[in-house]
């Protein structure tokens, strides 16, 4: 079992800047890729980032620029520093770590962009 804890989110103006973190516990095996997905209201959910244990980085083309994700193997945390953040940025915010076999989820996260 992994379980797996975010944090960071909150309300930022446009233009504003967040960081979310994820820190992954239990039975972690390496070769897992970490990453963010996020559904905004009436949305289906969608990928943000993701991250490979070997450090190779995808991107969804909307936050290209914008956002960075990053991870510490040693604490299996992953990062995601947010900058120029517009209200189409809202949602609630997924974390997702990976293998071959297995798959788990964070609770969310709510990230709302609004002046």
């Known amino acids: 079992q992994v379980q797996l804890v975010e944090s960071g989110g909150g309300l930022v103006q446009p233009g504003g800047s967040l960081r979310l973190s994820c820190a992954a516990s239990?039975?972690?095996?390496?070769?897992?890729?970490m990453g963010w997905y996020r559904q905004g209201p009436g949305l289906q959910r969608e990928l943000v980032a993701t991250?490979?244990?070997?450090?190779?980085?995808n991107y969804a083309d909307s936050v290209k620029g914008r956002f960075t994700i990053s991870r510490d193997n040693v604490k299996n945390t992953v990062y995601l520093q947010m900058n120029s953040l517009k209200p189409e940025d809202t949602a609630v915010y997924y974390c997702?770590?990976?293998?071959?076999?297995?798959?788990?989820w964070g609770q969310g996260t709510q990230v709302t962009v609004s002046s």
């Open positions: 997702n770590w990976r293998t071959v076999a297995r798959s788990a």
């Open positions: 239990g039975t972690i095996f390496s070769g897992n890729v």
């Open positions: 991250i490979t244990s070997g450090g190779s980085i």
